[in-house]
T-cell receptor, first 115, second 109 residues
Framework: EAGVTQSPTHLIKTRGQQATLRCSPI?????VYWYQQALGLGLQFLLW???????NRGNFPPRFSGRQFPNYSSELNVNALELEDSALYLC??????????????FGPGTRLLVL | GQQLNQSPQSMFIQEGEDVSMNCTSS?????WLWYKQDPGEGPVLLIA?????ELTSNGRLTAQFGITRKDSFLNISASIPSDVGIYFC?????????FGEGTQLTVNP
């Protein structure tokens, strides 16, 4: 069974540009989560999508947005990139449909570098 | 917000030694998860705990969900060089996964 996949693996942008990151969940999973992991820091929750709807959002500005498609894949968009947006962006998926206690499985991440 | 306090921050051990790390919180959680992350990779789930007092093993790894539901520990027995990495505890609240700060493990051959 294929795990969570993310693309691209690496992305280089300049300040002010927009970045689009993609994630495909494990087959059968309906929930997708996005996390930011800056260098030397822990994982910070960004967004949670389930059944095409945004269910929860972390403490990030509105220029971080995303969506979930009918096939449950997801995009994370970061507008007006800033240098401090450089980080590893991780996507995770879970079975969905429950409020709490679901195990999340992570993809390999997209390394975003903003110059 | 909810915080998970993970310790120690780093460990340097010799191959063959046992390792123990733990996580505590001031909040009660329903789930404790332990992940390992290799450099440049996403975290990989090692053990999931769903009930207070639960003790679960996965090969040389053993983890327990504390009775108070506010803590958990992870033990690694007979460490090997490939155990090197960052170990994170995590817990869920409303499907938001909160992570500890991580324990960086170095194993010297």
């Amino acid at each position: 069974e294929a795990g969570v996949t993310q693309s691209p693996t690496h992305l280089i942008k300049t300040r002010g540009q927009q970045a689009t990151l993609r994630c495909s969940p494990i087959s059968g999973h309906t929930s997708v989560y996005w996390y930011q992991q800056a260098l030397g820091l822990g994982l910070q929750f960004l967004l949670w999508y389930d059944e095409g709807e945004e269910r929860n959002r972390g403490n990030f500005p509105p220029r971080f947005s995303g969506r979930q498609f009918p096939n449950y894949s997801s995009e994370l968009n970061v507008n007006a990139l800033e240098l401090e947006d450089s980080a590893l962006y991780l996507c995770a998926s879970s079975l969905g449909g429950r409020q709490d206690g679901e195990t999340q499985y992570f993809g390999p991440g997209t390394r975003l570098l903003v110059l | 917000g909810q915080q998970l306090n993970q310790s120690p921050q780093s460990m340097f051990i010799q191959e063959g030694e046992d390792v123990s790390m733990n996580c505590t919180s001031s909040s009660i959680f329903n789930t404790w998860l332990w992940y390992k992350q290799d450099p440049g990779e996403g975290p990989v789930l090692l053990i999931a705990l769903y009930k207070a007092g639960e003790l679960t093993s996965n090969g040389r790894l053993t983890a327990q969900f504390g009775i108070t539901r506010k803590d958990s520990f992870l033990n690694i027995s007979a460490s090997i060089p490939s155990d090197v990495g960052i170990y994170f505890c995590a817990s869920t609240s409303g499907s938001r996964l909160t992570f500890g700060e991580g324990t960086q493990l170095t194993v010297n051959p």
